[in-house]
T-cell receptor, first 114, second 113 residues
Framework: DGGITQSPKYLFRKEGQNVTLSCEQNLNHDAMYWYRQDPGQGLRLIYYSQIVNDFQKGDIAEGYSVSREKKESFPLTVTSAQKNPTAFYLC?????????????FGDGTRLSIL | AQSVTQPDIHITVSEGASLELRCNYSYGATPYLFWYVQSPGQGLQLLLKYFSGDTLVQGIKGFEAEFKRSQSSFNLRKPSVHWSDAAEYFCAVGPSWDYKLSFGAGTTVTVRA
């Protein structure tokens, strides 16, 4: 079945440590996204990518970094500069190109601080 | 800039009763509108979408939504709620020329027996 796989499901970070969240899709979608979800705040866009080797900052990119070396992969690194990383992180993808293509979501990674 | 407001943070309904979730958006033109549902600890699943045409759209799981341009609203409805409908629901809006979405803060639905 086609879909989006996020791993790990749970992740713990120590102070000063960078951690990387994995996102892989086999939907052959061009666009991929990372969102952060906090209780009562909905989803906030961290980074998005429309094409391989290109990505743009979203609304809350500070303290995060991404890469898009392959069409199917869009890993997110939460750096030590992100002072409040505890949240639920969602990866999504869409066919892209215009707004009438819905986004498909993975099952998320919950990141906590040790 | 586009924005989405879901006025109700939490709604409790009895099983078998009807459900209506409100969504208001702010946008300069007719946007693309979506409703998603999220079960605890999982990702979001698309319920339905509106781009143009008939203002009443049907989705999965027996949900429907009505687009009202004059009220800038896109409310989600279900005639008879099942216990499995307990979840968090998100309204999202995006422009036709871009595929970045803005999400509302969500409405949590509790279903009582």
């Amino acid at each position: 079945d086609g879909g989006i796989t996020q791993s790990p499901k749970y992740l713990f970070r120590k102070e000063g440590q960078n951690v990387t969240l994995s996102c892989e899709q086999n939907l052959n979608h061009d666009a991929m996204y990372w969102y952060r979800q906090d209780p009562g705040q909905g989803l906030r866009l961290i980074y998005y990518s429309q094409i391989v080797n290109d990505f743009q900052k979203g609304d809350i990119a500070e303290g995060y970094s991404v890469s898009r070396e392959k069409k199917e992969s869009f890993p997110l690194t939460v750096t030590s500069a992100q002072k409040n990383p505890t949240a639920f992180y969602l990866c999504a993808s869409s066919i892209g190109k215009n707004g009438n293509q819905p986004q498909h979501f993975g099952d998320g990674t919950r990141l906590s601080i040790l | 800039a586009q924005s989405v407001t879901q006025p109700d943070i939490h709604i409790t309904v009895s099983e078998g009763a009807s459900l209506e979730l409100r969504c208001n958006y702010s946008y300069g033109a007719t946007p693309y509108l979506f409703w998603y549902v999220q079960s605890p600890g999982q990702g979001l699943q698309l319920l339905l979408k509106y781009f143009s045409g008939d203002t009443l759209v049907q989705g999965i799981k027996g949900f429907e939504a009505e687009f009202k341009r004059s009220q800038s609203s896109f409310n989600l409805r279900k005639p008879s709620v099942h216990w499995s409908d307990a979840a968090e629901y998100f309204c999202a809006v995006g422009p036709s020329w871009d595929y970045k979405l803005s999400f509302g803060a969500g409405t949590t639905v509790t279903v009582r027996a």
